[in-house]
């Protein structure tokens, strides 16, 4: 069988590097084009030999694949092409609170603009929140419920972005297991190893006023996914 063994489906901004460079140390995962290939969300006109051919025949022992956080948000129809191609493809995503999320990507969006976080008013950040790509990238239900439309839920791992930080061995050891590799590699690892942060964004406190919108934008995807999952995720709307 041509194509990937598992896909990284996002969430952005939820410690997906981190997971591309702990995997990248085991010794039977490859990812053939680095972490990111953005095929399903941007490339499409290439085609679907071309992303196909990019991991080549699955090998024995071998596990490929890919982490592209925007996959996360593509419609239907893509989702149902992939199937088409993977059926048996292993899926996860992570989730971050969505407000610490929406205020790492905006400030990160603040750099690319080549701005500082002081040159950036209020109401820049007020629209980059409630921008249709922000918004899109904070709908975990959404995102969840359209892939587990096509693919069996228990292809896709939901985890926590929390989870990721607080006990990365044990993270690692539950991918692993979805995956269908043996964790054992990074039983062995220092904890410093495992905790230390990638490619980590410019940080800088979320001023109330913000905090307050964002609470505002999430408090109803929030309660719809602590529904979905049967989790109290409560704390993600707490004032700070």
Same mark, same amino acid.
């Given at each position: 069988m041509i194509g990937p063994n598992f896909l990284?489906?996002?969430?952005?901004?939820?410690?997906?590097?981190?997971?591309?460079?702990?995997?990248s140390r085991h010794p039977h995962v490859r990812f053939p084009a680095g972490k990111e290939i953005h095929f399903w969300d941007a490339r499409r006109n290439l085609g679907v030999t071309w992303w196909l051919d990019t991991f080549g025949p699955?090998?024995?022992g071998l596990w490929s694949g890919e982490i592209t956080p925007a996959y996360a948000t593509?419609?239907?129809?893509?989702?149902?092409?992939?199937? %088409?191609?993977?059926?048996? !493809? @292993?899926?996860?995503?992570?989730?971050?609170?969505?407000? +610490? /999320?929406?205020?790492?990507? %905006?400030?990160?969006?603040? !750099? @690319?603009?080549?701005m500082t976080l002081e040159e950036a008013? +209020? /109401?820049?950040?007020?629209?980059?929140?409630?921008?249709?790509?922000?918004?899109r990238r904070g709908a975990y239900a959404e995102a969840i419920l359209r892939w587990q439309s096509v693919f069996p839920a228990e292809q896709l791992m939901v985890a926590?972005?929390?989870?990721?930080?607080?006990?990365?061995?044990?993270?690692?050891?539950?991918?692993?297991?979805?995956?269908?590799?043996?964790?054992?590699?990074?039983?062995?690892?220092?904890?410093?190893?495992?905790?230390?942060?990638?490619?980590?964004?410019p940080s800088a406190p979320?001023?109330?006023?913000?905090?307050?919108?964002l609470i505002d934008q999430y408090a109803g995807p929030v309660e719809a996914l602590a529904h979905l999952l049967g989790m109290d995720l409560s704390h993600w709307l707490a004032e700070r």
């Open positions: 990284g489906i996002g969430a952005q901004k939820s410690g997906t590097t981190w997971i591309y460079e702990n995997l699955r090998q024995p593509i419609d239907t129809e893509a989702i149902h092409e992939l199937y %088409a191609l993977c059926p048996d !493809l @292993r899926l996860f995503y992570v989730l971050r609170n969505p407000i +610490e /999320r929406a205020w790492s990507a %905006a400030r990160m969006a603040v !750099l @690319r603009a080549e008013s +209020e /109401r820049w950040f007020l629209d980059h929140f409630r921008s249709a790509g922000s918004r926590l972005f929390d989870d990721l930080r607080s006990q990365p061995r044990a993270f690692l050891s539950r991918l692993c297991g979805h995956i269908g590799i043996d964790a054992g590699v990074y039983a062995a690892m220092p904890e410093e190893a495992l905790r230390q942060v990638v490619f980590e964004g979320l001023p109330p006023p913000l905090r307050r919108a």
